[in-house]
């Protein structure tokens, strides 16, 4: 076996589960952020979400032997966990209040837009299948939500809008800072975020409940757990590991998620286009995980001494030599007689 076939293989199944994890486990989010949020304000249950799992992560990493972030991998953390867990998660959920689940769920899908815009400006534009796979995913994301209520505020279409592309531009900017490696990056982003967090829900004026229901308890735990431990530390392998639009792929998924999800606990409608939808979210997929054609590459130019040394070591043989190479080639016949003849 190959000495790199296990490395090969590990990596692909820690590739899948992490897929899998932001498919199906950011899809429930929705939900789950939904139920929070009866209890808790959104700047508020997103801080109490990202403190406590940054704690847990830096506690786990620390046991695992991981050394702490420098100064400068603590301030990039500080930054990155700003973009997109402050500004990008924490904007979607306090927009969630003013703007309708179907805008929020077709501005959300719009993710992988503005990744191709800003990997664009670095110099890094996609490739042509990824440019297809942006319009037929966005396109079944704007099917699914055409017999919804596109409604909302226009303050919340903004902050919506803000918060999508801040998320972007801060996925792709943490691949060239440097940040804190393994769990501690995971660690160090939440645990600032949930900072930033928390100085955000006392300008928005939020305090904390005086009854708290089960059901947010049970929502916000699920959040810490798998919404933070576990598919937003997939999150981060997946874009130091994997190509942005593969990375970005989740957000044509969840939406499927979401609404299987809120017709299973709420008894919501799944909309009729969902026939149409779901094939083209599946092939705009399909093509992100399909891996790029390896490039062919041309001949290198031969040299005049290369291109001379073929006959300059045949004229150094003598005739008897090149005959008896002749025989041999023919099956030992003659010249200008078949080998099957000869053996005759």
């Given at each position: 076996?190959?000495?790199?076939g ?9 590739v ?82 003013s ?49 919804s ?14 918060a ?10 943490s ?35 005086a ?12 959040l ?13 392998y ?49 093509l ?25 070591r ?11 190479e002749r ?9 200008g007689e ?7």
């Amino acid at each position: 076996m190959s000495p790199t076939g296990p490395t090969a293989s590990t990596r692909r199944l820690a590739v899948g589960l992490s897929l899998f994890s932001l498919y199906v486990v950011w899809g429930s989010t929705y939900l789950a952020m939904r139920v929070a949020m009866e209890s808790f304000g959104p700047f508020t249950m997103a801080a109490l979400r990202f403190l406590v799992a940054g704690a847990v992560m830096l506690i786990i990493a620390r046991a695992r032997g991981e050394a702490l972030p420098t100064l400068r991998q603590w301030r990039n953390a500080l930054l990155i966990g700003t973009l997109l867990l402050a500004c990008g998660n924490g904007g979607v959920a306090i927009a969630e209040q003013s703007v309708s689940s179907g805008l929020a769920a077709l501005m959300v899908a719009a993710v992988p837009l503005w990744m191709a815009l800003f990997a664009g400006f670095w110099g890094r534009w996609p490739v042509a299948k990824d440019w297809v796979a942006l319009v037929l995913g966005f396109g079944g994301i704007l099917l699914l939500n055409l017999g919804s209520e596109l409604r909302g505020s226009l303050g919340g279409v903004a902050v919506l809008m803000f918060a999508t592309a801040a998320w972007a531009f801060g996925s792709l900017w943490s691949r060239r800072l440097d940040l804190p490696k393994g769990m501690m990056a995971a660690g160090a982003e939440m645990a600032t975020a949930g900072l930033v967090l928390v100085l955000l829900s006392f300008v928005h004026g939020e305090r904390l409940p005086a009854v708290v229901t089960g059901r947010s308890i049970a929502a916000l735990a699920y959040l810490i757990v798998f919404g933070s431990l576990v598919a937003y530390t997939a999150y981060l392998y997946l874009l130091a590991k994997v190509p942005v639009p593969v990375a970005s792929s989740y957000a044509y998924v969840n939406p499927l998620v979401a609404l299987a999800l809120g017709a299973a606990f709420y008894g919501e409608r799944l909309p009729a286009a969902l026939i149409v939808s779901v094939p083209l979210i599946l092939t705009a997929v399909a093509l992100v995980l399909r891996p790029p054609k390896a490039p062919t590459r041309a001949p290198e130019p031969r040299t005049r001494s290369e291109l001379d040394a073929p006959a300059e070591r045949e004229s150094r043989r003598g005739p008897g030599v090149r005959s008896l190479e002749r025989r041999r080639l023919s099956g030992g016949a003659d010249e200008g007689e078949h080998p099957l003849v000869s053996r005759l």
